[in-house]
Structures are given as C-alpha cells and as structure tokens.
C-alpha cells in the first residue's frame, strides 16, 4: 500500500492526459500522445506489421500477429479473439489485460469487474480476487466484494490496495484520511499497525495528523505529548 499512495500521484502527472491516436503509414505505425512532462510523444510501435494494423480503439490496436495498449506491445495477448472493454482493460480467449500487462485471471469465463475507474481495478473469478494485475487468494470469493473504492472484504478478512490488512475486523473498518484506518480494536497507518493508539479516541484532523487523547502521530509513530481536551474537533497546535 505504502508503494501505491506514493506512486499515484506521479503515475497521474506523466500518463497522457487524454487520448492518443495511432497514426499509420506504410512502413511503420506511432503512437501520438500528449503528456504533462515530456509534451506531445509519437512512440513508434514495436514489431508492428503496418499492412494489417488496425486501431480497435484509440487506445488498443492490433495486426496479424500482436496486440498493443496504447505504445506497447502486449506479449503473448491473441489477436483474432481480443476484445475491449472499459480502458485499459482487454481480453482474449486466454486472459485479461490491465493496461497491457496480464492479470493471470483463472477463470476466464467467470470473470466480473466489481470495480473500475482511473485509478483502481477490482475484480473476481470463481477462484480468485484481483486487483489491478495481483492476483489474491481469498477463503470466500463468493462473498468478496467492495467497502469503498480501496477497500475490499471477503466477510472474513479486509484487503487495502489488494493488500490484506492485518486483524482488521470487516464489520467495523472504515478509512480515515492522512492514510489512517481503523476498526473496534486497531490502528493502522498504510497497512502497518499503530500499536500505541488509544482506538476509541483516535483521530485524524482534516490535514491527515492522525491523534488521540495521549498525543499526536507521524505515520506509526508518536511524536508530541497529549493533545488538548477539545482536540477532537479541531487540529492539534503546538503549545505556545
């Protein structure tokens, strides 16, 4: 999880900020984008076959032998039974693709997207539940499904950005802002446990400093003696 929140922001900045396009001439075949940093791209398609190369969408092409997502060539993904669905998700006969890399789902025909917007993928087969491109095992995927757009529960254990949130109790966990969560009996700041947090008093301000009737924290970590008594509407202040 701790990866995940870091990366979201400069994954948005650098991915292109609307659709390309494929341009094709005889010989070669780009793919034109515009992104924040770099400005307009063309990124020429590797192992394209121009003749046969055909734009599925403004995001997925394909030719004889290859599929691509966008500039990238999708390995192993087949090209006479590829279908599109909601960007960046494709599939064949064989898998399902997240912006081109594949999901290894199990049960292709019992596939069901629970959950897809820009930033997260979540999902479940027969077997298994996805996020994004990880596979995870869960002990009853009949009863898997969403708590918010993060968060995902198989009625027994709770997962945080396809990650399983240690002890956490699925009747009572909910997310706080700055990265917090917590349930009846725990704490945690991005999946790690805040072992020293009083549960019941425990806070988060609405710019993310997470505290209770003890003090104030920084990430896992208390940092500041005991908070004022009427901290729980209010931020906590350094004492003047």
Not at 7 to 32: H, M, N, Q, R
């Given at each position: 999880?701790?990866k ?15 659709d ?15 992104t924040?940093?770099f ?8 192992k ?14 394909r030719?004889?032998a290859?599929?691509y997502y ?14 599109a ?12 693709y ?17 959950k897809?917007d820009?930033?997260?993928l ?29 968060v ?15 002890d ?8 706080l ?10 704490v ?11 549960v ?13 009737k003890n003090?104030?924290f920084?990430?896992?970590?208390r ?15 350094d004492?003047?």
């Amino acid at each position: 999880m701790k990866k995940t929140l870091l990366l979201i922001l400069p994954l948005l900045l650098l991915s292109a900020c609307g659709d390309g396009k494929y341009e094709v001439t005889p010989d070669t075949v780009c793919y034109t984008y515009w992104t924040f940093s770099f400005g307009t791209r063309h990124d020429t398609l590797p192992k394209v076959d121009a003749k046969t190369f055909e734009a599925v969408k403004n995001w997925l092409g394909r030719d004889a032998a290859h599929v691509y997502y966008q500039n990238h060539l999708i390995e192993g993904c087949d090209p006479a039974t590829l279908r599109a669905h909601k960007k960046p998700l494709c599939s064949d006969k064989n898998d399902y693709y997240y912006k081109g890399q594949p999901m290894h789902v199990a049960d292709v025909d019992g596939f069901k997207v629970l959950k897809q917007d820009d930033l997260v993928l979540w999902a479940k087969d027969s077997r298994y539940a996805y996020y994004d491109t990880v596979r995870i095992q869960v002990d009853d995927v009949k009863a898997f499904h969403l708590i918010e757009w993060c968060v995902a529960t198989d009625n027994i254990h709770v997962y945080c950005f396809g990650e399983r949130v240690p002890d956490a109790d699925p009747k009572t966990y909910e997310s706080l802002v700055g990265g917090y969560a917590k349930d009846r009996s725990h704490v945690w700041y991005l999946n790690d446990p805040v072992i020293d947090a009083d549960v019941e008093s425990f806070k988060v301000t609405d710019g993310g400093v997470g505290y209770d009737k003890n003090g104030l924290f920084e990430g896992v970590e208390r940092v500041k003696p005991a908070a004022p008594v009427n901290a729980a509407e209010e931020e906590p202040r350094d004492e003047e």
